[in-house]
């Protein structure tokens, strides 16, 4: 049961409108002007407005401006006799959900309602769900890493959140392109918004322009109703464009005009509706590339690219793979209802030699299977996948197994191997040398003095 306030100054509509709604088992409460409906809407706890934008010597956009600051969370449908006049485009403009026009089918009226009433459910749930599950206590997703070249991500990321300006992130997939997304989001004026996300690449070409702009009812085969696109879904909030670089020619048109605009036209419609979303898109493609041979429009690379954040794979940043196992092991522990589970030496030592051609993705992929698989409290070699254990195993470095008959410099060949161990050590972390000595499981003051032994100096 939703609280519905109807507003409209012709006391036969008011009653239609509220007996339909209490047969659907609403709360409804009616006013006949604009001061009337101030009153109701003070009192708060509205899921609901429906309004007529002409009421008397008042109108309707003073009653959503109204609900605007006093309730953000509830939505307003607007009812015209006149779609295309520059008030039912402004009350869009403010923030209604949508508008109805006069007169109207009862079906579509409903639908219409039903659809304002979801979208207000769900955004509640999303509220809970971060507090619930956010990805820290403050809800704000983390970018984990201690190296250089996280933290620089994390510094254009703190610059570029407060802005509107249109960012695109670029980086191979699974390298948390949607987490900086997300991060952005977050951290700015937008973040009790909207954060709305599609994957361009996964949506059927004949689908992917109705997914963005919406349609019309009528408007092909198929759309027997009016359907909001994700532009309007996310209203003021963040609109991530996932895979950007997916998207077919002829919506690539239509994104064009829509960035430069700030107004989008459902599929078979005759009206521009503004928007407010902040755009974020994302690709893994060489998207420069695609423009001189001619896959993406070379205006809207230019429209998107406003600024651009490079999100490195994670063999450019080895030094973080320590903090990214302790992340997700302590995630997907939680996630399966188990106690604090721990990783073994070896399988430690096997995780951080991988070479994660997934990047990030896969981490998270192998550790959330070895949670799933091991019997016990701790994570072994065992219990990870074959293609890891194999390739640690292989990169272990020969000792005999049988003691030669001349005898063996014991010491040199410890020296040879150690030396060895070192110089791969500093080649994995990019010569971090705090990243070194968490590699070999030493602490930093034993790294340096085994470096001057063998004089490899500094990297």
Known sequence: MASILIVDDELSLREFLEILLRKQGHDVATAADVPAALRRISEGDLDLVITDLKLGEGSGLTVLEEVRDRSPGTEVVVMTAFATTETAIRALQLGAYDYVLKPFKVDELRLTLEKA???RSLVQENRVLRHRVGATASGVPTLIGAGPAMAEVRALVEKVAPASSTVLVTGESGSGKEVVARSIHARGPRRDRPFVAINCGAIPEGLIESELFGHERGSFTGAADRRTGLFEVAGSGTLFLDEVGELPPAVQ???LRAVQERRIRRVGGTVDLPFAARIVAATNRDLQRDVAEGRFREDLFYRLNVIQIRVPPLREHREDIPALL??????FAVEAGRGAVR?????RQRLCEYDYPGNVRELANVLERAVTLADGAEIRAADLPPAVARLAAAAEPATPAVLPAGGI???AHLDAIERRLLDQALERSGGV???AAQL?????RSLRYRLAKFGIGDR
């Open 253 to 255: 048109v239509k994104l």
């Open 117 to 119: 009433l979801e979208r």
């Open 409 to 411: 410099d014991l010491q």
């Open 326 to 331: 302790d992340h997700f092991l302590a995630r």
């Open 440 to 444: 070999l499981r030493i602490t930093f």
């Open 433 to 435: 040398k705090t990243a």
């Open 343 to 347: 990783l073994a030496p070896d399988a």
